[in-house]
């Protein structure tokens, strides 16, 4: 896919990011496109940390997907750095076009250009397509993952 651009998320790319993230029956439970202002001061909070990349494909100038990478330092593995994968969204005329599978390569790269030595995701235990993409790429469901709600 030549003609695709996988760069750094700008304000104007935020109606299109939070279209993809409410465009599916988990995403319109607990998004809201019809007011931006939490999204572009949360995009301004990732824009100032410098282990956040909030970042988007677009192909002719249309956003078509995006992925969140955090870049985690820590102690355990031997003061190993690691990345994490948040919500990856494909547009839905996008989907099976290989488009995934390219946003999780980069992700995966610049977590070796990071030097993390280990790039962790979770997945809602209700996406079991995901969960089939994620392990074709070679993620493991190793963990099993909580949450609370606060």
Not at 45 to 63: H, I
Not at 71 to 80: E, F, H, K, T, Y
Request: glycine share 10%.
């Amino acid at each position: 896919m030549t003609d695709l651009d996988i760069r750094p998320a700008t304000a104007d790319d935020v109606p299109a990011i939070v279209g993809m993230l409410a465009d599916d029956p988990l995403g319109s439970q607990r998004e809201s496109p019809g007011d931006l202002s939490p999204y572009l001061e949360a995009l301004e909070r990732l824009t100032d940390d410098p282990n956040q990349y909030l970042t988007v494909a677009a192909r002719g100038g249309r956003v078509v997907g995006t992925l969140q990478l955090t870049i985690i330092p820590g102690l355990s593995r031997r003061g190993a750095t690691r990345s994490v994968i948040e919500a990856v969204r494909v547009h839905g005329d996008e989907r099976g076009s290989g488009l995934g599978t390219e946003l999780i390569a980069w992700a995966v790269d610049e977590s070796r250009r990071r030097n993390c030595r280990l790039v962790q995701l979770t997945s809602d235990a209700t996406r079991v397509d995901a969960h089939r993409f994620y392990e074709r790429l070679g993620f493991t469901g190793s963990h099993i993952g909580f949450k609370l709600a606060l």
